[in-house]
């Protein structure tokens, strides 16, 4: 896929347009019944974007349909040239073709991680409240969870507690670390200062970092800063996740691009994903993948900036209706934590609110961990009108449980 796409069209995509994703085995409008919801739940939950992907991923994506022969692909030197274009624009880092290894998606390379560089029973470090599928994957090795809490303070932020990841580091024998940069569910950007002194620890006690990259693309504020891009040992201690499907919304394609500059981890790495039977990606993925990094640029920016407004929207319309609710201010990621404690209500009681009586459905916080309950999680990478839908309906709940609770 060589030839330029014309003129880019990303002006003409209409953020608010909803479109209707039901019956189209879509896992976040069609399986409600199945997972325990509601049949008309409003879905606010899973990571991924009611909005239309680029024009020309959708244009990529049909002319090669349009050859009608799926075999085994592989991609050539184009696909590495879109990729490597945008994480030096993008990120200010330059990879290398020889550090890529491609792989059906980030929670997988997180597993493979898992399995090439620790023995069962071996510690894993990992900063809950956390993307779920981080404890998942060590503990389904038989691998063992070492939780470095991170700690809400009273700027409305989550900090690290660098004394307490030193000392587990050391007292548990932490042989590999799962960051989440940016951070699921609490919208931290990491500085480079605070990734900076997580790399001086995993130096000190040689722990291999895997850097999950996969929300780099959603920074609203601050600099996304690359871990491995930090200096030369993070560079050689990191396998850096990255992936096309949240920030192109191209999840159900299954494409994520690992980056690992060090040649004995990535060779240990490669024979874990042999190992697991596992060789070409998905045709049609790769083929949006490299249209995405390529054409995606406009799109991209836009957005961001449809993010930005519904965030507003969001803030403004808790301060002003649903004060209970108390926002943690994101820098990046389109996921919204947001405090629901000061309602002191139990997780059951919280469900019974949201799903059954306000008909929606989020992700309740204490499946990233002990640390989040009492947390509700978000997606706001919706047109704003839905966003507003479920909104009116949790103000209607709070405003019934006010009353009650008089
Ligand atoms: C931090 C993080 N990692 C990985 C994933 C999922 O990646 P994949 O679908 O490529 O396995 C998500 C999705 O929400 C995520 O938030």
């Given at each position: 896929?060589?030839e330029?796409?014309?003129?880019?069209?990303?002006?003409?995509?209409?953020f608010?347009?909803?479109i209707?994703?039901?019956?189209t085995?879509?896992l976040?409008?069609?399986?409600?019944?199945?997972?325990?919801?509601?049949?008309?739940?409003?879905?606010?939950?899973v990571?991924?974007?009611?909005?239309?992907?680029?024009?020309?991923?959708?244009?990529a994506?049909q002319?090669?349909?349009?050859?009608?022969?799926?075999?085994?692909?592989?991609v050539?030197?184009?696909?590495f040239?879109?990729?490597?274009?945008?994480?030096?624009?993008?990120?200010n880092?330059k990879v290398?073709?020889d550090?890529?290894?491609?792989?059906?998606?980030?929670?997988f390379?997180?597993?493979?991680?898992?399995?090439?560089?620790?023995?069962?029973?071996?510690?894993?470090?990992?900063?809950?409240?956390?993307?779920?599928?981080?404890?998942?994957v060590i503990?389904?090795n038989?691998?063992?969870?070492?939780?470095n809490?991170?700690i809400?303070?009273?700027?409305?932020?989550?900090?690290?507690?660098?004394?307490?990841?030193?000392?587990k580091?050391?007292n548990e024998?932490?042989?590999?670390?799962?960051?989440?940069?940016?951070?699921?569910?609490?919208?931290?950007?990491?500085?480079?200062?605070?990734?900076?002194?997580?790399?001086?620890?995993?130096?000190?006690?040689?722990?291999?970092?895997?850097?999950?990259?996969i929300?780099?693309?959603?920074?609203?504020?601050?600099?996304h800063?690359?871990?491995?891009?930090?200096?030369e040992?993070?560079k050689?201690?990191?396998i850096?996740?990255?992936?096309?499907?949240?920030?192109?919304?191209?999840?159900?394609?299954?494409?994520?691009?690992?980056?690992i500059?060090?040649?004995?981890?990535?060779?240990?790495?490669?024979?874990?994903?042999?190992?697991?039977?596992?060789?070409?990606?998905?045709?049609?993925?790769?083929?949006?993948?490299?249209?995405?990094?390529?054409?995606g640029?406009?799109?991209?920016?836009?957005?961001?900036?449809?993010?930005?407004?519904?965030?507003?929207?969001?803030?403004?319309?808790?301060?002003?209706?649903?004060?209970?609710?108390?926002?943690?201010?994101?820098?990046?990621?389109?996921?919204?934590?947001?405090?629901?404690?000061?309602?002191?209500?139990s997780?059951?009681?919280r469900?019974?609110?949201?799903t059954?009586?306000?008909?929606?459905?989020?992700?309740?916080?204490?499946?990233?961990?002990?640390?989040?309950?009492?947390?509700?999680?978000?997606?706001?990478?919706?047109?704003?009108?839905?966003l507003?839908?479920?909104?009116?309906?949790?103000?209607?709940?709070?405003r019934?449980?006010?009353k009650?609770?008089?």
């Amino acid at each position: 896929m060589g030839e330029i796409i014309t003129a880019n069209r990303a002006n003409n995509i209409n953020f608010n347009l909803v479109i209707d994703r039901r019956n189209t085995n879509c896992l976040k409008y069609d399986f409600a019944v199945r997972r325990g919801r509601p049949e008309n739940v409003l879905p606010l939950w899973v990571a991924d974007m009611d909005f239309k992907v680029a024009p020309e991923i959708v244009e990529a994506i049909q002319k090669r349909t349009a050859h009608g022969i799926f075999g085994y692909s592989e991609v050539k030197e184009e696909y590495f040239e879109a990729l490597e274009k945008w994480f030096f624009t993008h990120h200010n880092w330059k990879v290398e073709e020889d550090w890529l290894v491609k792989t059906p998606g980030v929670v997988f390379a997180l597993a493979m991680a898992v399995q090439a560089f620790t023995e069962p029973g071996d510690a894993v470090l990992i900063q809950q409240p956390v993307y779920y599928p981080f404890s998942e994957v060590i503990r389904d090795n038989h691998r063992k969870i070492v939780d470095n809490t991170l700690i809400l303070k009273e700027d409305g932020k989550y900090h690290i507690d660098f004394v307490d990841f030193e000392e587990k580091v050391k007292n548990e024998k932490v042989k590999l670390f799962l960051l989440c940069s940016p951070h699921n569910p609490v919208g931290r950007v990491w500085t480079r200062e605070e990734l900076l002194r997580i790399q001086e620890i995993c130096e000190k006690y040689d722990v291999i970092v895997v850097s999950d990259e996969i929300h780099e693309d959603f920074v609203l504020e601050g600099r996304h800063q690359v871990f491995a891009n930090l200096n030369e040992d993070a560079k050689k201690r990191t396998i850096t996740c990255t992936s096309p499907s949240k920030t192109f919304n191209l999840a159900g394609l299954q494409v994520s691009n690992i980056w690992i500059a060090n040649e004995t981890l990535r060779e240990k790495f490669k024979k874990q994903i042999a190992a697991a039977g596992y060789s070409q990606l998905n045709t049609l993925g790769l083929t949006a993948c490299e249209a995405a990094y390529r054409y995606g640029n406009n799109w991209h920016s836009e957005l961001i900036k449809y993010l930005k407004s519904n965030l507003n929207f969001l803030r403004n319309y808790l301060k002003e209706r649903i004060p209970e609710i108390q926002l943690i201010e994101p820098e990046g990621t389109y996921l919204i934590w947001l405090d629901f404690r000061e309602l002191g209500l139990s997780e059951e009681q919280r469900e019974e609110l949201l799903t059954k009586k306000a008909g929606i459905w989020l992700d309740s916080g204490a499946i990233f961990g002990a640390a989040g309950e009492g947390f509700e999680r978000i997606n706001i990478a919706c047109p704003r009108s839905i966003l507003e839908d479920a909104l009116h309906r949790i103000e209607r709940v709070i405003r019934e449980n006010r009353k009650t609770s008089e």
